[in-house]
């Protein structure tokens, strides 16, 4: 079965970065792209970004250009998404979700949470 | 970028009402309109892709359809396991965006 198991739960500085993990299994892990989606506490779902695991291509959202680095290792099936800079404002759950013509399997979210 | 407007915020339901969520895009967005249900602490499932079609293993009292930039998520007979937050995503282009959210909450 699909299954995208993301990292555990981060505490960071402002300032500092941080990287996210999701590995999947289940499929083809470079036939779909994987998007990176945000949550902050009871708000809604915003986009970051996506990567193309067979080519390595990747788009952005504006808000994210040049904080944000999406990358991947096809040998072992994992995606990473790196946020540098981070402010209080980056506290949120981060998904990782598997797309073709649109996400449909989504990891169990890794909260991330920016604190002095 | 496309905003997708979302209504109602929240609605209060009994078990097995019957329960509309609506979604405006901003702009043309042909069929690409996705619903997902989010339960607290837990990622969103998908439940309708591309307007209409019923991912798999989804119960068949969810369905969707559109008129227009307006597109309705309906649940016909609300279970207890239903409970949770609903949100469009369009799907056409890039930025994916998102509507705010429909809480359904017992009544």
């Known amino acids: 079965q699909v299954q995208l198991v993301q990292s555990g739960a981060e505490v960071k500085k402002p300032g500092a970065s941080v990287k996210v993990s999701c590995k999947a299994s289940?499929?083809?892990?470079?036939?779909?792209?994987i998007n990176w989606v945000r949550q902050a506490t009871g708000q809604g779902l915003e986009w970051m970004g996506y990567?193309?695991?067979?080519?390595?291509?990747?788009g952005y959202a504006q808000k994210f250009q040049g904080r944000v680095t999406m990358t991947r290792n096809t040998s072992i099936s994992v995606a990473y998404m790196e946020l540098n800079s981070l402010r209080s404002e980056d506290t949120a759950v981060y998904y990782c979700?598997?797309?073709?013509?649109?996400?449909?399997?989504w990891g169990q979210g890794t909260l991330v949470t920016v604190s002095s | 970028d496309i905003q997708m407007t979302q209504s109602p915020s929240s609605l209060s339901a009994s078990v097995g009402d019957r329960v509309t969520i609506t979604c405006r895009a901003s702009?043309?967005?042909?069929?690409?309109l996705n619903w997902y249900q989010q339960k607290p602490g837990k990622a969103p499932k998908l439940l309708i892709y591309?307007?209409?079609s019923l991912q798999s293993g989804v119960p068949s009292r969810f369905s969707g359809s559109a008129s227009g930039t307006d597109f309705t998520l309906t649940i016909s007979s609300l279970q207890p396991e239903d409970f949770a937050t609903y949100f469009c995503?369009?799907?056409?282009?890039?930025?994916?965006?998102f509507g705010q959210g429909t809480k359904v909450e017992i009544k």
């Open positions: 990567m193309n695991p067979n080519s390595g291509n990747t």
């Open positions: 289940g499929y083809t892990f470079t036939s779909y792209d």
């Open positions: 591309t307007t209409s």
């Open positions: 702009q043309s967005i042909s069929k690409y």
């Open positions: 979700a598997r797309d073709y013509t649109h996400p449909d399997f």
């Open positions: 995503q369009q799907s056409y282009n890039s930025p994916l965006t």
